[in-house]
C-alpha cells in the first residue's frame, strides 16, 4: 500500500519518467546527504537528439562537472537514486506549473506546487542537444565536419553519427580540459608527442584546435601498429594536417632516438604499463605537461595478491574488508596505481591533478592525470612526494613498473 509520502511524490516522478511535459528538473542534496552523495547539484533536461529522445545530465561538484545523455530508462533509475540517497530537495519547472518537493531526514515527502516560473508559450518541445556555444571544436565549421567524417564521427553529410554523439562530447571536453596549459601561450611552436596514438582521434583534434585558435603545433603520433599508424597519416593527409608525423614503433624506441624536448605528451587509454611506457617516455623527452587517462590495471593485482598470500602485506589487516572481494581488491589496486602514477610525477617536479574526463555513465575509466613541470632538481616539494610514493608502495608491498622504465631519471633513494 502506498504511503502518504509516496503519494505526494508520486506525480512529480511520473512527470519526470513518463514524457517530456516538464522543462527542467533540480536536485540537491541536503547536508546530511552529503556523505552518500558525490556531487552538489543534480540538473536534467529532456534533449532531442539522433536516435529520439534523451535526457541531458549534469552533476556538479565543486568546480567540476560531469555530462551524460541517458536513455529514458537510464533517467528513471538515475533519478530514483539521486532522490532516495538521502535528504534533499527537488525542483522540476514545466510550462504550466513549478513543483518544488523536500525529502525529510525521516524519508517523508512534502510537496507543493507554483506558478510557472516561465509563462506557457505553447506545447513544451525538447530542446537539441549539443549547442554550438562552447565547443572547442563547432560542428558547423567546414574543417571540424572534414576531419570528424575522416574520424568516423560524423556522416558524410556533416551530421554527428548517433552511436559516436559520446565520442563527439569526449573530444570537445579532452580539448577544454588541455586550453588552460600556459604552452599555448608562448609564440612558438608547440611540440606534442601522441603515446599510443591508435586512431588519434583526440590528438589530430587537438591539431586542428591549434590552428583555429592561431597556435604552432607539431604532432608526433607513434604506435606499434604499422597499419594503425597508416590510417592515422592517410587522415591527416586527407584533411591536410600537414604538421603531423607518425612513427610505427614503440613509445620507448622513439623516446631513445628523440632528443629534442617535447611540450606535451598524451597518452589516452594505453593499456596496463603502457601508461607508465609513456609517463617515462614524456620525462625522457623532458616533457613540459604530460596528460594521461590510463585503461585498465593489472600490475599491482598480482602483486598485492602475492604479498597477501606470503604474510607480506602491511596493508593487509586494515584493508581486509576490501580485500576479501575481488571486484574492490581491484578497484582498491586501480586506485593505488594511480595515486604512485601521481606521486612519481611530483617527486620528478610536476604539479599534478587528477580530473573526471568524462562522465562515469559512458565509462568507468574516466580518470585524466594532467601534470604540469613546475620544479628542477630536489626541493622539499619533490622530496615529499617522493616519501609519499615510498609509504604508499610499502605499504602495499608493490614495486611498480615505472620505477624501472624511468631509470636513470628516478629520484635516488
Known amino acids: 500500500m502506498q504511503t502518504a509520502s509516496e503519494a505526494n511524490i508520486a506525480p512529480v516522478v511520473r512527470l519526470l519518467t513518463d514524457g517530456t511535459a516538464w522543462r527542467k528538473c533540480v536536485v540537491t542534496p541536503a547536508r546530511q546527504a552529503a556523505a552518500f552523495v558525490p556531487w552538489e547539484k543534480l540538473t536534467a533536461q529532456p534533449v532531442r537528439v539522433s536516435r529520439g529522445l534523451a535526457i541531458k545530465v549534469v552533476t556538479r561538484a565543486g568546480r567540476k562537472e560531469a555530462t551524460a545523455t541517458l536513455t529514458p530508462e537510464q533517467w528513471s533509475s538515475r533519478l530514483s537514486e539521486a532522490i532516495e540517497a538521502g535528504p534533499c530537495h527537488m525542483d522540476v519547472l514545466t510550462n504550466d506549473t513549478d513543483w518544488h518537493a523536500r525529502r525529510t531526514r525521516e524519508g517523508h515527502w512534502l510537496v507543493s506546487k507554483s506558478k510557472p516560473s516561465r509563462p506557457s508559450a505553447g506545447p513544451s518541445e525538447p530542446v537539441a542537444h549539443d549547442r554550438q556555444t562552447n565547443l572547442q571544436l563547432p560542428a558547423d565549421d567546414d574543417r571540424?565536419?572534414?576531419?570528424?567524417?575522416?574520424?568516423?564521427?560524423?556522416?558524410?553529410?556533416?551530421?554527428?553519427?548517433?552511436?559516436?554523439?559520446?565520442?563527439?562530447?569526449?573530444?570537445?571536453?579532452?580539448?577544454?580540459?588541455?586550453?588552460?596549459?600556459?604552452?599555448?601561450?608562448?609564440?612558438?611552436?608547440?611540440?606534442?608527442?601522441?603515446?599510443?596514438?591508435?586512431?588519434?582521434?583526440?590528438?589530430?583534434?587537438?591539431?586542428?584546435?591549434?590552428?583555429?585558435?592561431?597556435?604552432?603545433?607539431?604532432?608526433?603520433?607513434?604506435?606499434?601498429?604499422?597499419?594503425?599508424?597508416?590510417?592515422?597519416?592517410?587522415?591527416?593527409?586527407?584533411?591536410?594536417?600537414?604538421?603531423?608525423?607518425?612513427?610505427?614503433?614503440?613509445?620507448?624506441?622513439?623516446?631513445?632516438?628523440?632528443?629534442?624536448?617535447?611540450?606535451?605528451?598524451?597518452?589516452?587509454?594505453?593499456?596496463?604499463?603502457?601508461?607508465?611506457?609513456?609517463?617515462?617516455?614524456?620525462v625522457q623527452l623532458g616533457?613540459?605537461?604530460?596528460?594521461?587517462?590510463?585503461?585498465?590495471?593489472?600490475?599491482?593485482?598480482?602483486?598485492?595478491?602475492?604479498?597477501?598470500?606470503?604474510?607480506?602485506?602491511?596493508?593487509?589487516?586494515?584493508?581486509?574488508?576490501?580485500?576479501?572481494?575481488?571486484l574492490l581488491k581491484h578497484r582498491l589496486s586501480d586506485i593505488i596505481t594511480d595515486s604512485l602514477r601521481s606521486a612519481a610525477l611530483e617527486a620528478l617536479g610536476y604539479k599534478v591533478d587528477v580530473v573526471e574526463f568524462i562522465s562515469p555513465e559512458a565509462t568507468a575509466r574516466n580518470l585524466m592525470i594532467r601534470a604540469e613541470k613546475r620544479y628542477s632538481g630536489s626541493t622539499p616539494q619533490t622530496r615529499h612526494a617522493l616519501e609519499r610514493y615510498r609509504q604508499l608502495a610499502e605499504e602495499w608491498a608493490v614495486t611498480p613498473a615505472l620505477e624501472r622504465l624511468l631509470g636513470p631519471a628516478w629520484p635516488p633513494a
Open 287 to 326: 616533457a613540459r605537461a604530460i596528460v594521461l587517462v590510463p585503461c585498465c590495471h593489472q600490475e599491482l593485482v598480482g602483486q598485492i595478491e602475492g604479498a597477501s598470500k606470503g604474510n607480506r602485506l602491511p596493508a593487509r589487516d586494515r584493508w581486509e574488508s576490501a580485500l576479501r572481494s575481488g
Open 144 to 282: 571540424t565536419k572534414q576531419l570528424f567524417v575522416e574520424l568516423g564521427l560524423f556522416s558524410p553529410s556533416g551530421q554527428v553519427l548517433g552511436d559516436m554523439a559520446a565520442k563527439f562530447r569526449q573530444v570537445q571536453h579532452y580539448l577544454e580540459l588541455l586550453r588552460p596549459l600556459p604552452i599555448w601561450n608562448e609564440g612558438r611552436t608547440v611540440r606534442v608527442v601522441d603515446a599510443g596514438c591508435g586512431k588519434a582521434y583526440l590528438s589530430l583534434a587537438l591539431v586542428l584546435w591549434a590552428e583555429r585558435n592561431g597556435c604552432k603545433l607539431k604532432l608526433d603520433t607513434v604506435d606499434a601498429a604499422p597499419d594503425v599508424i597508416e590510417t592515422v597519416r592517410a587522415i591527416a593527409r586527407k584533411v591536410q594536417l600537414n604538421n603531423v608525423e607518425s612513427h610505427a614503433t614503440s613509445i620507448a624506441e622513439f623516446a631513445s632516438e628523440h632528443s629534442e624536448t617535447v611540450d606535451l605528451l598524451v597518452s589516452l587509454h594505453a593499456c596496463d604499463t603502457a601508461t607508465d611506457e609513456a609517463l617515462a617516455a614524456g
